[in-house]
């Protein structure tokens, strides 16, 4: 895959631990490029993944919703905030 953080980005961690689960009972690895791998029979590389995900969570919730109310406050104060320009 391309990162592993594409996978799941949910709050609760609810489909990584099935994915986690499935995986190590599959036998199924996980090959990043890069050289990062992901094997789910290793206790380290299960949370390694699951931090991985967890990271990818904390982004959206912090940095993305800090740009989106940053463009809120923008577009308030009557400013341009990106995307479509209006009609003249």
Do not use: C
């Not at 592993?4 to 009972?25: G, M, P, Q, W, Y």
């Not at 599959?26 to 590389?45: A, M």
């Amino acid at each position: 895959m391309a990162r592993a953080d594409r996978l799941f980005r949910d709050k609760h961690s609810r489909n990584v631990n099935i994915f986690t689960e499935l995986a190590e009972l599959k036998g199924i690895k996980v090959i990043v490029p890069g050289g990062t791998s992901y094997d789910f029979t290793k206790p380290e590389d299960v949370q390694a993944f699951q931090r991985e995900i967890q990271d990818a969570y904390n982004y959206i919730a912090s940095q993305v919703a800090y740009m989106q109310g940053m463009r809120r406050q923008k577009i308030a104060r009557g400013l341009y905030g990106g995307g479509n320009l209006p009609a003249p």
